[in-house]
């Protein structure tokens, strides 16, 4: 079976320094992969580039059988719109817009009229447990509030791929727990995801796979 992700020899080079040392990795369908590593190891190089946000200065990034490296800005646009959902550290949530504005957001950006975005987006909110909060603004939530926000977003579209970064570095430890199990809810039900985190207890929870960098390559992986 073809993988969801399959990166080929990719190179990313920043002047002398190269982020990615010709990295090859496979990603199946339904897997959850943690990326693990020291700080300035490539791991958040090689999230921007399975994103489509950064481009390899040599090499392949193929996702769903299309290869990114190969498109046009406007065609990552709506690659990314489409295909990725993407979590981030500290949210990234727009703090003029109420909760539910902020997850109907990225379904409209696609042209899904304003009632289904809606319906979506309240769906979204119940099974997270947070569409009490749906008209508060972000900077009344708790962080663990907020990142259940960030995922509902990240999911709006159902995306293939869900990319999570330091999903909870910016959490307290009850908060990150909760955003754990959150994760390996999402993983259960069949949501590929691809997560980059110093937390060890992250990466034990959730994933059925531990890829270890370094210098920019893959020194190590573990299979459980």
Request: glycine share 8%; proline share 3%.
């Given at each position: 079976?073809e993988?969801?992700?399959?990166?080929?020899?990719?190179?990313?080079?920043?002047?002398?320094?190269?982020?990615?040392?010709?990295?090859?990795?496979?990603?199946?369908?339904?897997?959850?992969?943690?990326?693990m590593?020291?700080?300035g190891s490539g791991?958040?190089?090689?999230?921007?580039m399975?994103?489509?946000?950064?481009?390899?200065?040599?090499g392949?990034?193929?996702?769903?059988?299309?290869?990114?490296t190969?498109?046009?800005e406007?065609?990552?646009?709506?690659?990314?719109?489409?295909?990725?959902?993407?979590?981030?550290?500290f949210?990234?949530?727009?703090?003029d817009?109420?909760?539910?504005?902020?997850?109907?957001?990225?379904?409209?950006?696609?042209?899904?009229?304003?009632?289904?975005?809606q319906?979506?987006?309240?769906?979204?909110?119940?099974?997270?447990?947070?569409?009490?909060?749906?008209?508060a603004?972000?900077?009344?939530?708790?962080?663990?509030?907020?990142?259940?926000?960030g995922v509902?977003?990240?999911?709006?579209?159902?995306p293939?791929?869900?990319?999570?970064d330091e999903?909870?570095?910016?959490?307290?430890?009850?908060?990150?727990?909760?955003?754990?199990d959150l994760?390996?809810?999402?993983?259960q039900?069949?949501?590929?995801?691809l997560?980059?985190?110093?937390?060890?207890r992250?990466?034990?929870?959730?994933?059925?796979?531990?890829?270890a960098?370094?210098?920019?390559?893959?020194?190590?992986?573990v299979?459980?």
């Amino acid at each position: 079976m073809e993988p969801m992700v399959q990166l080929m020899d990719v190179r990313k080079e920043y002047g002398e320094t190269a982020a990615l040392a010709g990295v090859t990795l496979d990603i199946q369908a339904g897997q959850a992969v943690a990326v693990m590593g020291p700080s300035g190891s490539g791991k958040s190089t090689l999230l921007n580039m399975i994103a489509g946000l950064d481009r390899p200065t040599s090499g392949t990034v193929v996702v769903r059988g299309e290869d990114i490296t190969a498109m046009g800005e406007a065609e990552l646009a709506r690659y990314r719109r489409r295909r990725i959902g993407m979590v981030f550290q500290f949210f990234n949530l727009l703090d003029d817009l109420p909760v539910l504005e902020n997850v109907m957001l990225a379904a409209q950006l696609l042209g899904t009229s304003r009632k289904q975005a809606q319906s979506r987006a309240l769906e979204l909110l119940d099974e997270l447990g947070i569409a009490d909060r749906r008209n508060a603004y972000p900077v009344v939530l708790s962080g663990g509030e907020r990142q259940r926000v960030g995922v509902a977003r990240a999911l709006m579209n159902r995306p293939a791929l869900l990319l999570a970064d330091e999903p909870t570095g910016a959490l307290d430890s009850r908060a990150g727990e909760q955003v754990m199990d959150l994760l390996l809810d999402l993983n259960q039900i069949g949501q590929t995801l691809l997560i980059v985190t110093h937390d060890e207890r992250l990466a034990t929870r959730v994933a059925d796979r531990v890829v270890a960098f370094e210098d920019g390559r893959v020194a190590a992986e573990v299979t459980r």
